[in-house]
Structure formats: C-alpha cells, structure tokens
C-alpha cells in the first residue's frame, strides 16, 4: 500500500514538475545567465590561487622572515586577485553577452563590445571630475547581467530590422563592422541616458549603488538557512525525477553566490572577516558533500552490501564521489525514481544541508573564501575555506549521511537481494536441465 502511494507521489512529480523544470533550463535568457556564470568559474578560480599564495604566509609566525616576506610582497601576489575578482562585472559582461548572442544567431564579437560598453558606462560614476571604477567587481554583477542581456537583444532587434548601415562591396568582417555601428550607437546613448537620470535622480548614486539599496534585502536573502533548506530541497527533487537540479537551480543563484564569493575573498585579502555562507563551493562541496545528496555515502554503504549489484555500483561510484561527482550514484544505483531512497535524499539533504549552514554561522569552520573547481575532497574543503576543520568536517557529513542512508538502504538492499535469489534460481533450474542441443 505505502508503495503504491510513494509510486502514485512519483507519478504526480513527473507529471507537473518535469514539464516545468524542462522549460525553465530551456529558457534562452536564463540559460545564457547560466551558461556565462559558468564560463566566470576559471577566472575566479585564477583570482583564488591568487587568494591561497596571500594566505600562506598566514601559516607562519609573527616577526619570521617568511612571514616577513609574505608581508612585503603582499600587493604583488594580490594583482591577480584584484584583476578577476575586481573586475568581475566586466568579464560577467563578456560571458553572458557571448553565449546569449550564439542564442541570438547574432555576430559575437559586436554583440560582446556593445555588453561591455553598456557595463561599464552603467557601473561607472564621476565623483570630482574622476571617474570611479570601484563597482566593477561583483556589486556590479547584476547590472552586467541585465545589461548584456538587454544590449545583445537590443542589437539583434536592430540587425533584424536592418537598422544598419549596410556597404556593399565590403569584405565581410569589414561588412560587419560598418553594420555594428549604428546598433552599438543606440546602446551607448541608452546606458548613457539611464545612467545620469539614475544619477541626478539619486544624488549622484550609480546604477549598482541604487540597485543594492533597493534589492539589497532580497541579495541577503537567500544566505539564510531557509533558502539554503529550500535550495537544496528543490535540487533533490529534480535530480531524484532524473534531471540535473544543480543546472535547473544554479540559474537563479550563481550570481547570488558569486556575490557572496567575492564580497568574502575581498575581505579576507584586506584583512577583515567574511561574512556569507551561501556561496557556491558552500553548495558544491558541504550541501553537496561527495555530490548532491551526500551520494558518496550511498556508495560507501553499497561497497559494505550483500548485493552483488550494489557492490559493483558502489565500486564503479566511489573515485567520481570523491570529485563530488553525483551522476553514478542517481543512475547507477538508481537513486531517481527510487522510493525507498526518496525520504532522506530528498528530505534528509535538505536537513543536513541547514545543519553545515549551522556549523558555518557559528563559526566554528570560516566562512568560504576561495573558489576551487574539481578538486578532490577532503581537499577541496580545506582549500575553500583555509581552515584545517573543514576537511574533518567533510568526513563528519558523510559519517551523517551514511547515519541518515543506513535504514532506508538496507530496505532497499533486502528488495535486491530477494531480487538477485530469485534471478539465481531461474539460472540454476536452467542449469539443472541441462539442455543439449
């Protein structure tokens, strides 16, 4: 009976939620925000090798030459962190106006160009007939991203009214060029126009000033364990229908999370105390510790089982759970459309999700600073962090979520095994015939 609900619950998941989710991923604006935020991952990854050589001179005391050293040098190793991270809007600007203009079927290079420029005349202001660069980094982040997007559609719009100046004759980038003119004109009077109404409207603020201060609780918003919570129990959702919730979800919240990111890194390099959770390797690699839910303990469990298939699968699980990598263990096992898995991968992961928001807000681990991608747990926790608890903490979660798999696993092992005994009588009746042909 309680299978039956569980398969009727399923069934009634699929049915509105796939729809749904497929639409959202398929959406070409936010899939252009998704795709560019991704391409951002090697320059902050650039500007957090930059961000770990500052640290290690951390690892030394006071008054020693190295330290010393570390010290004077401090400006020189920082210049790569300053030149990704400090001008992060920009490179946001350039990503997201790439990929939306191949959506567009637009030239890419113009379509860049024009982003960029309208980047950076909205996220620029003029304080004593200086101009001010400092909302580059990623306080201008949300600006790019509207801006790239708007400007990109702008552009397309104009070239496919043919609002251009068209020579013919031309060699084809030249051709281009000439063509480029009058829509990256339009752009750069519109961001000028918006830009000093924003400013005599507020006081001389610019755009990104005025943004933060009218969205500034929403930004906050979602570095609380309730987003963290729900977050997480929507990417459970969708990974346990077979779709990837990291991609559906990680649209609305990786510009969020690149937010926190930076804020954290730029006050970890001046010295001051980072102050947000939620940022993406907080996601990748606590939330989602060995992958999305906590799956290297579902093949830690399948190494110790009975099952022969589940033995295989946790062999053939293991080394990709190490590099937080979830698919084998969804599929393989399976975990999608699995109900004796359905409660603590989807409600389980959620809980344990708010308990390492937890550990963080109470400092007993710091709080993200670096990005890393790829990198192999316990070490990727250390690395994130700079904190030598995090990669022991690491190993606390998926204890906890082997605690948390334990007896739904072994239901879902008994099922199995009655699965595998029946299998291995039909092979021995066949065996027992012994047919000769």
Request: include cysteine; charged fraction near 15%.
């Amino acid at each position: 009976m309680k299978e039956k609900k569980m398969n009727g619950f399923i069934i009634m998941l699929e049915k509105y939620i796939t729809p749904v989710a497929e639409k959202i991923e398929a959406q070409r604006h936010i899939s252009s925000i998704k795709n560019g935020m991704i391409s951002l991952m090697a320059i902050l990854m650039v500007g957090s090798i930059s961000l770990i050589v500052m640290g290690l001179g951390n690892f030394f005391p006071d008054g020693s030459s190295i330290k010393t050293l570390f010290d004077n040098y401090n400006d020189v190793l920082g210049l790569p962190f300053m030149f990704t991270y400090g001008l992060l809007s920009i490179y946001a600007a350039i990503t997201i106006s790439y990929a939306h203009s191949q959506k567009m079927e637009i030239p890419v290079l113009h379509s860049v160009l024009g982003a960029v420029l309208a980047t950076a005349i909205l996220n620029v202001k003029v304080v004593d007939g200086a101009f001010d660069f400092s909302f580059m980094d990623s306080r201008g982040l949300f600006i790019a991203i509207f801006a790239s997007l708007i400007s990109v559609e702008i552009m397309a719009f104009l070239i496919k009214k043919k609002v251009t100046i068209r020579i013919k004759g031309l060699p084809d980038m030249i051709g281009k060029t000439f063509e480029a003119i009058v829509p990256l004109l339009i752009i750069i009077c519109i961001s000028v126009f918006i830009s000093i109404f924003t400013q005599e409207m507020s006081g001389g603020k610019a755009l990104p000033e005025v943004f933060v201060t009218v969205l500034g609780p929403a930004t906050q918003g979602i570095d609380t364990p309730v987003a963290v919570f729900l977050v997480a129990l929507f990417e459970m959702i969708f990974w346990f229908l077979g779709l990837n919730g990291y991609a559906i979800l990680v649209s609305f919240t990786l510009p969020f999370m690149t937010q926190y990111l930076t804020e954290n890194a730029q006050a970890f390099a001046s010295g001051g105390v980072p102050t947000h959770i939620f940022t993406e390797n907080f996601w990748g690699y606590f939330m989602a510790c060995t992958g999305s839910g906590v799956t290297g303990a579902i093949s830690i469990l399948g190494l110790m089982s009975k099952s022969k298939e589940l033995k295989a699968a946790g062999k053939a699980s293991i080394i990709p759970a190490i590099f937080n990598i979830s698919e084998p263990v969804v599929y393989g096992f399976p975990v999608a459309y699995n109900p004796y898995l359905f409660i603590p991968f989807v409600i389980g992961t959620p809980i344990l999700s708010v308990f390492s928001f937890y550990v963080f807000k109470l400092g007993f681990i710091n709080k993200p600073v670096v990005n890393v991608g790829g990198m192999p747990s316990p070490i990727a926790q250390y690395l994130i962090t700079l904190d030598w608890k995090a990669p022991i903490y690491a190993v606390i979660i998926v204890i906890l979520g082997i605690i948390m798999y334990y007896p739904f696993f072994k239901m879902y092992e008994k099922s199995v095994l009655a699965e595998e005994e029946k299998v291995a009588e039909v092979d021995k009746e066949l065996e027992e015939l012994d047919l000769d042909f």
